[in-house]
């Protein structure tokens, strides 16, 4: 595997947009991203994949939308109904057949256009078994984060301190749409969603787009002076049926981290990896996600956590950026903006947040409620 | 360009297309896939990689349904993805399995596509009402039908098509679907009958247009070396297109669908062909509409401009004839469950490339050339296949 | 199909049994709403339709002047440079007659639609509308339209302000 990242573009991430409609968010982010590739649409990008769901959208087929402001009218265009990880990786195995040397991959969320979200979060539930359960479609984040805990012994406590963590990273993070100073006591104190998760263990959600331009290992060194390679991806889909699952592992982390970490030569991710930025859509996504990838054992995440293990300035940062929770939850592009962390950070260009001497770093997604969909990617900015 | 690795096709399956169907969208893909899997006898667990092809969420009514749907389609546990170009992902679908295998990432790739337009109310239709611009067009409360009414008005007033030449395309498919056992319309029709039938959107009319439904269709893909394993006949793919146009449709010219025509040049080049109606044995171009097939017959570069129609009424795109066109029976003749009918017309490459083809047979078929289309007529997909 | 396969799974499902007395229904209707934001261009094109113009917008590169407007010339790929009015009538580049609603109910009279090329605009840039005032038999592609507008008050910045377009008498 052999395809780095050569262009970065994007808007900053805000909780409502009422001034840009999506298209004049993908081109900026567009515009911005090939600048920073040097290249030319119209003549250099082979293929260009961008990560939507039509009901995020409001359009059905909203595949239709998108060639214009990403200059790719009459190219090779494509969406992947997934999360934006799923359409990286679709763009570097474009690039690995041969057929393409530059792919330009797309995400945005319009979360502020959406007057409904609960209403379409709950047009994912499966319409005979679970629609009519008639509850916040979240009671399904509720259950897993029971059975987490209580598994675990992590605490309700600890949830809360992921939080405050990434809200406080996103203080230094100039693209983050809420960073903020609030206490555990805050968060424990919000109201119940769905016992016993509080609505202040939901990320936000936020606007933004992300592009980045991949090319082949022989364009890239032409293009880039610090190229951020794929060392490692992988991605997996468990089972739909929410009655058919383990409720407190999350079983696609494990397994898409044990086949990226092989693939990365990653044997000892606490040593070998620099940062990890990973979804935090619900507080106890994080830990939970951080055991099941193998950074620790089950149970110990709440514990390193409290010991500072995985601030900004520890052993293992994680979610210098602030993760969903304290940059915004952008959807589909929210694993993009895990990576775009990662690009930052290898690249040296993370500003305040600079993790020192960063080399590798991991992003990893979930693609939320009512999913056990998982992917991951690991970073390298060496080859 | 230097492509890493061939990627073969070495088992198909299809279920019954109807415009309802009892099985839900995951049972059609569980029999699509099994029937597929089935005919290469392999297992699921060799399948290493699964691409699902599905068309708007809306018509399920399930938001996400990709993930719905994954467990029939044989992703769980698996690397899954689902690849959208609207109307064209029944023949992208297969050009997304290609770059699984193709990549090196993996050795096989089931692709399913799957269709479930019945649970919509009052009619499928109204699924429809949600791919307009909500600013610029949806204000207008426009009809599916009246893009493609437009698009078929342009083209027969340019080239001066008499509408009996484009009805010939519904006789041909509905005809050659008698013998297609999945399909939903076959039927024995006269020029007349088209002719004689209600008039939807002018110039439009009701044999002129395939019916929505359900159904899905699946195909194994592998490597090089896995085919060798377990079949003497594997079907190649050689060449792999797709593009997408501007979605300011109203700023086109719909005469010729150019996107197409970029799209087969695209695959073309990957299969070495150069003079596409001389080296294609047969072709499988999406037909929704009769005049679609002759509108694409063009953009495949397998009819000069405006010429596609006269090839038609001279009888070269019967199943006998110099260049046989959907000897399938298309969607107009076996049905339009949306992802699952351009994915029916892979299926048909493969088994006429295999001489399974039975009563539908083209003899001496050689490389078959499918493509789809879609969105605000935007998208073309296109894949050649070789025996 | 191959031959080798002799049956295709699939149970059809006629309509009379899903209305059938003992057959079990029951019905969902997505919650899923939105207020899509028009952005730059569209909320320039929708102001202007609520003062009875019609605005694109021109590349200085390729000198297209666009409609419907966007902030972004999508040949060229750069941003587009002025705002540019064109004129509210135009030229048929292709039309069709619908006796269906857009729930494909069946109607008596037809809608007439059409894609108008603009006077003022660049060649082939045309938008999607309605026709009035006219008979079926009448439309022809070339046919000259002119756009015939709602009252000032009854505006509110949307695309039917134009009411519909009608054929332009040539005198």
Known sequence: ?383 | MTIKRRVAVIGAGITSFRRRLKETGKELSYHAAKMALDSAEMNLSEIESVVMGTAPDAFDGIHMKSENLLDGAGGTGRPYTRPFVGGGTGVFSPIAGWWHVASGLFDTCLVVAEEKMSPVQPHPQTAFRTIWDPITTRPLNPNLVWIFALEMNRYMKTYNIPKEHIAEVAVKNKGNALDHPSAQLAAKITVDDVLNSETMVWPVQRLDISPPSDGAAALILCSEEVARKYTDAPVWIDGVGWSLDSSYWTNRDLVFPQYVAEAAKMAYKMAKIDDPPKQVSFAEPYDPFTYKELHHMEGLLLAKKGEAPKMTAEGITQRDGKLPICPSGGLLGVGNPIAAAGLMKCCEAFWQLRNEAGKRQVDGAETGVCQAWGDLMQVGTVTVFRR | ?171
């Open chain 1, 1 to 383: 595997m052999t395809v780095a990242i050569v262009g970065i573009g994007h808007t900053d991430f805000r909780s409502t947009t009422p001034d840009v409609s999506f298209k004049e968010q993908m081109f900026e982010a567009a515009m911005k991203a090939y600048q920073d590739a040097g290249v030319n649409p119209r003549k250099d990008i082979g293929s260009f994949i961008t990560a939507a769901e039509d009901y995020w959208e409001g359009y059905s087929i909203f595949d239709e939308f998108i060639p214009d402001q990403l200059g790719a009218v009459l190219r090779s265009v494509c969406t992947i109904s997934g999360d934006g990880i799923q359409a990286l990786v679709t763009g570097a195995m474009q690039v690995e057949t041969g057929l393409f040397d530059i792919v330009a991959v797309e995400a945005h969320s319009k979360a502020s256009d959406m007057l409904s979200f609960t209403g379409i979060v709950n047009h994912a539930l499966d319409p005979v078994y679970n629609r009519s359960m008639n509850a916040n479609p979240f009671f399904i984040a509720g259950l897993e984060m029971r059975k987490y805990l209580s598994e675990t012994k992590n605490t309700r406590e600890q949830c809360a301190q992921v939080v405050t963590k990434n809200k406080m990273n996103a203080l230094d993070n100039p693209l983050a749409a809420y960073p903020g100073v609030m206490s555990v006591d805050e968060v424990m104190k919000s109201k119940m969603i769905s016992d016993p998760l509080s609505m202040r263990d939901v990320s936000p959600l936020a606007d933004g787009a992300i592009v980045f331009v991949l090319a082949s290992e022989k364009k890239a060194k032409e293009l880039s002076n610090y190229p951020i390679w794929l060392k490692g991806m992988s991605w997996i889909s468990e089972t739909p049926w929410l009655e058919s699952r383990d409720w407190s592992d999350a079983l696609y982390a494990r397994k898409t981290a044990q086949k990226a970490f092989k693939m990365a030569g990653i044997t000892n991710p606490q040593k070998q990896l620099d940062l990890v930025e990973v979804d935090d859509w619900f507080s106890y996504k994080e830990l939970q996600h951080l055991e099941a990838m193998g950074v620790c054992e089950k149970g110990e995440a709440g514990k390193l956590l409290e010991q500072g293990k995985f601030n900004r300035d520890g052993d293992l940062p994680v979610n210098v950026s602030g993760g969903r929770l304290g940059a915004g939850n952008l959807l589909e592009a929210s694993s993009l903006q895990s990576v775009l962390e990662c690009v930052l950070q290898l690249r040296g260009h993370a500003g305040k947040r600079q993790v020192k001497d960063a080399r590798t770093a991991v992003a990893q997604s979930w693609r939320g409620v009512p999913t056990a969909t998982g992917s991951m990617v690991v970073l390298g900015s060496e080859k």
């Open chain 3, 1 to 171: 199909m191959s031959d080798k396969m002799k049956e295709v799974p699939g149970v059809y499902l006629r309509d009379s049994e899903l209305k059938a007395p003992d057959a079990i229904v029951f019905k969902s209707r997505p919650n899923a709403k939105y207020v899509w934001t028009a952005g730059i261009a569209y909320s320039g094109y929708l102001e202007a339709f609520k003062n009875g113009k019609i605005i694109g917008r021109r590349c200085r590169e390729c000198e297209r002047i666009i409609v419907p407007p966007r902030m972004f010339c999508e040949q060229c790929f750069r941003s587009t440079d002025e705002w540019v009015y064109v004129k509210d009538t135009g030229t048929i580049n292709t039309f069709s007659i619908s006796y269906l609603d857009a729930d494909a109910n069946r109607i008596e009279e037809p809608i007439l639609v059409a894609v108008i090329d603009l006077d003022g605009a660049s060649e082939g840039i045309g938008i999607l509308h309605i026709v009035g005032n006219c008979a079926p038999d009448d439309l022809h592609i070339g046919m000259k339209l002119r756009a015939v507008w709602k009252p000032e008050n009854e505006r509110i910045g949307c695309v039917t302000d134009i009411k519909f377009f009608e054929p332009l008498k040539e005198d």
